[in-house]
């Protein structure tokens, strides 16, 4: 065990993580990256609680056992509605309830949840308490560091006060502010700058808080520099774009071997899911959409990627198309420059 794991044994279910994002960590994504890490936690998309209770449940929650361990990230803000969706979820076997307090889009503004939650801690207290009152899962919270003309400094702990009075198990924060006026979504994610020493001094006030980062982390080796200070390290878009950066969770944070030795043994390893899913009636532009990345670096990875692109969105394409793609890619590791 490395010296960072001793450290943050007590709170190692949020050691490694990947983000949930919208359109994007949908369950054959989450089942994909689960060949890559055996450790990594894996979120869902953000499920409003009006879609659970009144939606296609199965199609919205349903997940396959072998992506635990997995949360389920709700979005609201009426602590009645949010317990009783976290009642379906627990029931349908997730192992974390998580409350978005940091999306921006106008859809979580207009419906009074997501980041902008941040100017409400008592609120966002009183959901976190429901909810623990309803179910015997871990519930978290991933929020900002502030929203607009907010200072982090106040706004964060006031967030962080109201959430651990209410019994929340760890703190995800995203160590940006959101500006709800001004900036899209998208923009959201970059404009903003990243301020790691707030995330930093907030788990230095609260020690016995299990405290994760999000934010522009696009390396395992820098998700363990920021292990140094935190209890945790959630990766997005890097995680999704360079899915084979995951093969370095297991080995580099948690002192394990990698589930498969490399990109070609993952794309072996998914292919029974792969196969049950088509034979169920999902079409392979769905699966391989989200591996479009695996490659990044190799030769050929370009004509992979325009290979599943075009042949992988015909209906009749199945496992020989994946393997056409695959056999694109050269297996010699490119010299570094």
């Known amino acids: 065990m490395t010296v960072e794991a001793e450290k943050s044994s007590d709170f190692r279910e949020w050691r490694f993580s990947v983000a949930p994002m919208m ?27 009006g879609a659970v209770l009144h939606g296609p449940r199965e199609r919205l929650l349903g997940f396959s056992a072998a992506e635990h361990p997995v949360a389920v990230q709700l979005g609201g803000s009426n602590p009645a509605e949010l317990a009783q969706a976290a009642r379906i979820a627990e029931d349908f076997g997730y192992d974390e309830i998580n409350l978005n307090v940091g999306c921006p889009s106008d859809r979580v503004q207009d419906g009074r949840f997501g980041a902008c939650l941040m100017r409400e801690p008592e609120l966002v207290g009183a959901c976190i308490a429901t909810i623990k009152a309803a179910v015997s899962v871990s519930v978290t919270v991933k929020c900002r560091i502030g929203v607009d003309d907010q200072d982090p400094e106040s706004a964060l702990d006031a967030l962080a006060e109201a959430v651990v009075a209410a019994g929340v198990d760890a703190l995800i924060v995203h160590a940006r ?18 301020d790691y020493g707030r995330v930093v001094r907030l788990k230095r006030a609260r020690p016995d808080l299990p405290v994760a980062v999000n934010g522009g982390i696009a390396t395992v080796a820098a998700a363990r520099a920021h292990l140094q200070d935190l209890d945790g390290v959630m990766m997005g878009r890097a995680a999704y774009s360079d899915p084979a950066e995951l093969l370095a969770v297991d080995p580099e944070l948690f002192g394990e071997p990698a589930p498969v030795a490399d990109a070609f043994a993952a794309v072996e390893a998914f292919e029974p899911y792969v196969a049950q899913a088509l034979a169920a009636g999902t079409r392979l532009h769905s699966l391989t959409r989200h591996m479009l990345g695996l490659f990044n670096g190799r030769p050929g990875a370009r004509a992979f990627r325009r290979h599943l692109a075009t042949q992988g ?24 420059a």
């Open 23 to 49: 359109d994007w960590t949908d369950r054959h994504c989450r089942a994909f990256h689960r060949v890559l890490s055996r450790r990594a936690r894996l979120y869902t998309e953000m499920v409003t609680t």
């Open 177 to 194: 502010k959101a500006w709800l006026q001004g900036l899209s979504p998208k923009e959201n994610r970059d404009i903003p700058p990243l």
């Open 313 to 336: 969105m015909r209906p009749e394409a199945g496992l020989a198309t994946l393997r056409e793609a695959v056999a694109l890619v050269s297996r010699e590791i490119p010299e570094a």
